[in-house]
């Protein structure tokens, strides 16, 4: 395609884009924006990504490996709660899901459609930092959905305009097959 073709068809994209959010933010498809479910155990990311600045990938260390990283699992967190703050209501009820064997039944918070494919490791990999998409979670008492995650979102980042220079393909197949 000549440049001046590919420039003529970008609007005609984003109207497409425009309409597909409007028609999706109708059927409420993603997890919607300042999501913020409590929590089974009061997790503090001010404490750990705050205060003690842990890095993210410690405990999500799934995200730059995989489409889908998941929440991290009970031995990242006993390597220290077996010994720190052990007397603390929520460190008991921490300990107790432990010998228990049982996994914390954690409520998952950002969620996309199954008809979208999104790489989660790709855009870790390719340098798009957490808060970029996520805000500011080192400061959040509890974690709250930043982005709307919907169309318009992906697709102003992957032409290039939100959060230039990043950009990436944005046919319809990069994202739905
Ligand atoms: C960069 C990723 C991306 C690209 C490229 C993309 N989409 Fe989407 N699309 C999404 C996401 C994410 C959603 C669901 C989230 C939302 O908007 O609620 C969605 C939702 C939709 C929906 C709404 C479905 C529903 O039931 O609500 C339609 C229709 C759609 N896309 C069509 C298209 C078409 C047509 C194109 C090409 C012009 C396209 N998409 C390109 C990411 C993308
Ligand atoms: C000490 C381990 C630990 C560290 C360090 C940590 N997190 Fe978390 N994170 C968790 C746990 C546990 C949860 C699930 C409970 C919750 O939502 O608070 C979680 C939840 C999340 C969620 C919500 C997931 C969902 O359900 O959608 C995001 C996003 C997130 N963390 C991002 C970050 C970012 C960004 C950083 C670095 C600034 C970070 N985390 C540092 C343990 C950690
Ligand atoms: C380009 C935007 C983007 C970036 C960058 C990003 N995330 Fe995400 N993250 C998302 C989206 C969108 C979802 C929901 C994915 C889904 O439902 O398939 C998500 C989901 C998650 C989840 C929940 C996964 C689950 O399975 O419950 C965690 C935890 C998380 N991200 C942590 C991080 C951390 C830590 C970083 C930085 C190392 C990061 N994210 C970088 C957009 C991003
Ligand atoms: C590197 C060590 C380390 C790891 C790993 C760690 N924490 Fe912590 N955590 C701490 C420290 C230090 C404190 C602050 C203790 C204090 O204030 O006395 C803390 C505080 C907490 C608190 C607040 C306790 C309160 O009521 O004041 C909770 C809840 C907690 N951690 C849960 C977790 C969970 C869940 C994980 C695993 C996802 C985890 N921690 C992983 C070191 C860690
Ligand atoms: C802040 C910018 C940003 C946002 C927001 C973003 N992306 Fe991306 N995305 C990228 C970048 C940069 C790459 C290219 C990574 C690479 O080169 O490997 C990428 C790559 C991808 C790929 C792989 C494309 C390929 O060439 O195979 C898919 C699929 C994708 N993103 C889907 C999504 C979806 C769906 C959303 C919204 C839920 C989204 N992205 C939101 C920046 C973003």
Redesign the pocket.
Known sequence: MSMQRKLIAVPGFLALAAAAAMLSAYAGASSSERNSPVQPIAFPHTVHAGTLKMNCVYCHFAATKSPDPGLPSMSTCMGCHTVIATSKPEIQKLAGFWSKGQPVPWVRIHK?PEY????HM??V??G?TCQ??HGDVQNMKQVSQA?S?N?G??V???VGR??PP????YDCA??HY
Do not use: E, G, I, Y
Not at 116 to 119: E, T
């Open positions: 996309l979208v494919h999104f790489p790709r855009h990999n390719a798009v970029t998409c982005s995650l169309m979102w992906c102003n980042c992957h939100s959060n990043f950009k990436a393909r990069t994202c």
